[in-house]
Every structure is written in C-alpha cells, then in structure tokens.
C-alpha cells in the first residue's frame, strides 16, 4: 500500500455536486487556456497551503458535522481546488476586462489571504486550548530553508540548464518536497510523531535501523530521498519544460503542490498541536 491511512469517502449527497462542480471548473479552464507561466506556479503555492490548513481545521474539529467530510482527505483537495479554479476564472476575465493588470497577481493576493485567514483561526484556537507550540515547526522551516539553497546551489552549479529551465516553477517543487522530508523527520524524531503513509513508513524504519540513528535520528534518510527525488524529477522534466512550458509547468506545480500541501499540513499541526 502507499495510500495513507484515513481517507474518507463523504456521503453521495456532498460527493456528487463537489465532482460536479470541479468537473465544470476543470472544464471551463480547460477552454480558457490561461497561460502557466512561473509567477503562476510560484501564485498558487498559498493555495496548496490553504488546502492544508483547511484539513487541520477538520482535525480540530473546528467545521460543522454537516460539511465536516468535505475537508478530510481526499475530499479536502476537491474542495480547495474548486476554490481555487473559481478564483483563477475570475482573475482570467478581470485581467481580460483591464481591471487587474496580472492573472497570477490577483490569485497569488486571494490564496494568501484565505491561507492567512483559516490558519490564523486554527493558531487562536490553539492559543486559547494551551496548545500552541511554534518552536519546532519554525525550526523545520527554517532547516528546509537552508537545505533548499544548498540543493538549488548544487544544482545551479552541476545542472545548471536543469535550475534555468525550471525556474521558481523548479524552486518550489525542492522545497515544497525539503519542507515536507524535514517536517516529518522532525515529527517523526522530536516530537513521537506517526506516519501514516506506508512507502514513506517505511523508509522511516530503514533510517531507523541504521547505525546513525542512535545519533542523528532516523528521519535524515527520508529528507534525503525527498530532495533527491525532486531533483531528479527536475532533470526528467527540463526538456519537457523547454519544448512545451504550459504542460509541463502545470504538472510540475502539481508535483510541487504533493510536497508543499503535506509540509505545510504538518507544520502547522505540530504547531498548533
């Protein structure tokens, strides 16, 4: 298995109109054809973190029993791509109408606002329950950080057509993939963290059996393959890249948004406890 654990299918009443409705968004972006560039890619980066705050509210039980299945996982990504879609139409006729000077700003602006807003509810209700722990989740960020620049430096030096073809599109794909190794190494080492996908279990307990766990922990094996795998996906893709942006971008910010979505989910549970 490589399916996580306690996925949740919703009830046909609250299934049917959600696959309904992203069907349509998916297909009126589809005959739209906005472009994808990077400033697009690198805008819908609050998105995936949105989608991730709404799924720790579910696990706060923070939602009403009614909607409560429409944000536990995977309905949760349905949902936030919806949002999303419906915000990315609405930027693509007001760039069209001359009232926003850039599709990707308006959305990048919107996804911010609504990350900020659900994670800012989930950080009081914390606050308020005594829960509030920032120190470890901060410490991951910044550790992810540090580790996303030396492995965009290697890859600027050594592959330098892989890091100029990719771009920020590429940039975000190694973080997003660093943040969510080193947020689960952290969880998984400091603070008795579980795991709850199997591949990546499993990993976990071959770091754990290593003779350097005893001294750096077990966690370090699954960042390691974390940032190797996204560069080397980086390497597969930068013709792709090249010969057809759209496509590939979009992918990409897919790829990105499978590291990215799960780092921040992680980050900001730890967080708030």
Known sequence: MVVPEGFVVPPWYLLVPVVAILGGVIALLWALEPPVTDRTV?????????????????????????????FSAPMVY?????????VWIIAIF??????????????????????????MVAIFQSIE?????????VVSVVIA????????????????????TTGMTGALVVFGHTLDGVSTAVGYDVLGASENVPLSLLILEVGESLPT????????????????????????????????????????????????????????????G
Request: zero cysteines.
């Open 145 to 164: 950080g540090i580790v996303t620049a030396i492995a965009w430096l290697v890859l600027g030096l050594w592959f330098t057509d892989v890091a100029a």
């Open 213 to 272: 766990a005893d001294v750096i922990g077990a966690g370090w094996l699954f960042v390691l393959v974390k940032v190797g795998l996204a560069m080397v996906i980086l390497g597969l893709f930068r013709e792709y890249v090249a010969e057809r942006p759209h496509q590939a971008r979009t992918i990409l910010a897919l790829v990105a948004a499978v590291g990215l979505g799960p780092a921040v989910h992680n980050t900001l549970l730890f967080m708030v």
């Open 94 to 119: 007001l760039h069209v109408g001359g009232l926003q000077p850039t599709i990707a700003r308006f959305v990048g602006i919107a996804g911010t606002a609504f990350f900020a807003v659900f994670a």
């Open 78 to 86: 349905a949902v936030t791509a919806i949002i999303a879609g419906l």
């Open 129 to 137: 329950l005594g829960t509030f722990a920032p120190f470890w989740p």
């Open 42 to 70: 690198i805008a819908f980066a609050p998105w995936m973190m949105f989608g991730s705050s709404l799924h720790v509210l579910y696990k706060l039980d923070a939602f009403p029993s009614t909607i409560e299945p429409l």
